[in-house]
T-cell receptor, first 114, second 116 residues
Framework: EADIYQTPRYLVIGTGKKITLECSQT?????MYWYQQDPGMELHLIHY???????EKGDLSSESTVSRIRTEHFPLTLESARPSHTSQYLC?????????????FGPGTRLTVL | AQKITQTQPGMFVQEKEAVTLDCTYD???????LFWYKQPSSGEMIFLIY??????QNATEGRYSLNFQKARKSANLVISASQLGDSAMYFC?????????????FGTGTRLTVIP
């Protein structure tokens, strides 16, 4: 059973606002990830982290930024939200990060930018 | 480059029957992992089953089994004795066995509907 949390679950916000999506895990996992998923579509990796003070960009280019100051916390920030950022954002974590390592997901944040 | 293909946008199955969801993949890596996730309408991704490319036996987890045919590059999910709660989107995903490159690549998903 995975213990990974995301807040808020739903967010409706106006264009130009700064937002931070929170992600926390209590499993002590070193590796964490952010995926973006448009409705009915596949997930695309936008950011990942090997551990504290480590962040990398994923396969899909994103205007968002991330930070990893604590092992359990991996927030995602959009400095100026736009309608094109409307999507679902899913956070995940894994213990080691090898090819056989299972990623466990949080419940997701559904973001709507008006 | 890695690619996952799920050719069934939607599938229907009668309750208590078995159903197979197709997944084919393409990779030049000799070592990789294959995963299936379930996504209910609430949006979370639930891990179901994992198969490593060097595993000799097909993976099983309860009512889920993975029909792994390496030569054909297919990793189909079989759900036995379908239940109404199995109605969801199902995603096949692949990872690489490579240091620092273990990101998941997802297919486009199959929406399964279980009919009472």
């Amino acid at each position: 059973e995975a213990d990974i949390y995301q807040t808020p679950r739903y967010l409706v916000i106006g264009t130009g606002k700064k937002i931070t999506l929170e992600c926390s895990q209590t499993m002590g996992h070193d590796k964490m990830y952010w995926y973006q998923q448009d409705p009915g579509m596949e997930l695309h990796l936008i950011h990942y982290s090997y551990g504290v003070n480590s962040t990398e960009k994923g396969d899909l280019s994103s205007e968002s930024t991330v930070s990893r100051i604590r092992t359990e916390h991996f927030p995602l920030t959009l400095e100026s939200a736009r309608p094109s950022h409307t999507s679902q954002y899913l956070c995940a974590s894994s213990e080691i990060g090898g090819g056989s390592d299972t990623q466990y997901f949080g419940p997701g944040t559904r973001l709507t930018v008006l | 480059a890695q690619k996952i293909t799920q050719t069934q946008p939607g599938m229907f199955v009668q309750e208590k029957e078995a159903v197979t969801l197709d997944c084919t993949y393409d990779t030049s890596d000799p070592s990789y992992g294959l995963f299936w996730y379930k996504q209910p309408s609430s949006g979370e991704m639930i891990f179901l089953i994992y198969q490593g490319s060097y595993d000799q036996q097909n993976a099983t987890e309860g009512r889920y089994s993975l029909n792994f045919q390496k030569a054909r590059k297919s990793a189909n999910l079989v759900i036995s004795a379908s239940q109404l709660g199995d109605s969801a989107m199902y995603f096949c995903a692949m990872s690489r066995f490579k240091t620092g490159a273990n990101n998941l690549f997802f297919g486009t998903g199959t929406r399964l509907t279980v009919i009472p």
